[in-house]
């Protein structure tokens, strides 16, 4: 026992000179950043190339962070969706801008925002600049991504990871049994299967059908367009992702057309000074995505008075982390949004799980009292599933990419309990109640019959709403809505055939059927909420990004299961989201 003190002692005393050490690092690489806020943006210089740069993750919308920055060197940065969109139309119309350097590498970002980009890389095209592609090892979205270029070159000891997708999903019964702890689970949906991981060690027949329908759908997408963009028959793609040539020799991606040339990056470069007529090596200006998105095309333009705005719900909603959509702010911003007579038209772009089923319905109530007043379009990203589709059914068009996660029409509880665990640690529990369900729900005991049978109600109740505001919502019997709801996860493509979508199409689609909506020819775009200025982030950090920064540093991906505890420990009772950690890759 003396021992176990000993090194709980030094442990403890290790991890707080760690923290004091961490704190003098951090407040030292603050200073410096806070220095050099003000030199961070250069103007381009003529002759330039964008650095389309994505080794990263890309998400909706990025807000500078202090301590992204400051670990940078570790990945951890992310991208904005919205800022790369804005560099590459830039791009396309500077006169300074000669073409892009795509290097897509590693980059973390879902299927439909990958398609985002490509689409708007097409559009770029459409200039006669050019698009280059290269990448040491392309991972698959990469790829995906870079067969959008006009020319796609790997290094020569390089690799290309075509090889199918794959869904992966992590469950925990096993590890709950062990402890002692048992889910007590209320849901209503055949397909909802939010909840396996936790009463289940494999996926159950319903889900692995409808798994494998969205992941042959997703595929079929990404096969059908890299097949267009590289000509090459889908049938040869299926062969040569079968073939494993990710592991094979690199000479293989040339004579399958899968890449244009073997290069190394010097020699990339350097047929790019060939191209510019640039003699010297340094005259070679590569521009980065923030200074070209924030370069001024037309200075002497007149905004409009009359805007759309562009509302973000980002994030599991009413969740635990940073990145969420806080529904009580998301409802008070659509009532500002509402009583602003210069907003014409509303575009919500919806990227989120779901979550909470009370602030599903409190944000659908905030966009059904807006509607009344003005056109209402949404956009779909990566995700819009259960809580997600719940605030999004009721748009006057809903916009979709082939390969988004949507749908998951269904609702969950979820209760705990540990009288198994509490046992083995020797703890016990007694209480007085003055009414029937006193202590209800605790986590302590098993729910007795009359106590599930009140949740179960309660949860069935819960979508009883859902289904009815879908089915309003799109203008759909109750009937039909019912048979493609029971939680089911679909595609966009699938969902565009079903009619739980309208068309199928990124942000700028949906801004421009919201202005077609609103009788609009000349407009600006809002974004809401506004971004945080540089002190109101650097204080959040401290509270958020700091842990979730370098908690990714010192555990790497594993740090989403802590992320995932964190969020089930206060989370609602009553969900209406998908599986917590679906992997699809």
Known sequence: MKQFFKFAFASCLGFGISVIVLGYLLIFGITGLVASMGSSKKSLDNNSVLHLKLSGSVVDRAQDSPINTMFSDYNTSQTGLDQVLKAIDNAKKSPKVEGIFLEPGMIQAGLPTIAEIRRKLEDFKSSGKFVYAYSDYYGQAGYYLATVADSIFVNPVGAVDIKGLSANLMFFKGTLDKLGVDMQIFKVGTFKSAVEPFIETKMSDAN??????????????????????????????????????????????????????????????????????????????????????????????KKSSDAIALVYAVGEIDGTSK????????????????ADSSVKAVVLRVNSPGGSAFGSEQVWKALDDLKKDKPFVVSMGDLAASGGYYIACGADWIFAEPTTLTGSIGIFGMIPNTKALTDKLGLSFDQVETNRFASMPSIHKAMNEDEKRLIQSNVERGYELFTRRCAEGRNMPIDNLLAIAEGRVWTGKSALELSLVDELGGMDAAISKAASLAALTDYK?????????????????????????????????????????????????????????????
């Open 323 to 338: 990145d969420k959509v806080d529904t009580k702010k998301l409802a008070a911003e659509i009532y500002k949004i509402k």
């Open 525 to 585: 775009v809002d974004e809401y909420p506004a971004k945080k200025d540089f002190m109101q982030t650097l204080l959040e950090d401290f509270g958020g990004s700091a842990v979730q920064t370098i908690g990714s540093i010192v555990i790497g991906d594993n740090y989403k299961y802590y992320s995932l505890l964190n969020s089930i420990k206060s989370m609602e009772s009553v969900q209406a989201r998908l599986p917590y950690i679906l992997t699809i890759e």
């Open 208 to 301: 692995r059908q409808q798994v494998t329908d969205y992941v042959n759908s997703m595929w079929g997408s990404v096969s059908e367009e890299i097949s267009a963009a590289r000509k090459i028959s889908v049938k040869s793609l299926q062969e040569v992702a079968n073939e494993g040539i990710f592991a094979k020799e690199a000479e293989l991606l040339v004579s399958n057309n899968l890449v244009d040339k073997l290069y190394y990056r010097e020699d990339v470069e350097q047929m790019l000074r060939n191209n510019l007529g640039i003699t010297k090596r340094d005259d070679l200006k590569l521009a980065k995505i923030a200074d070209v998105a924030a370069e001024v095309i037309d200075s002497k333009s």
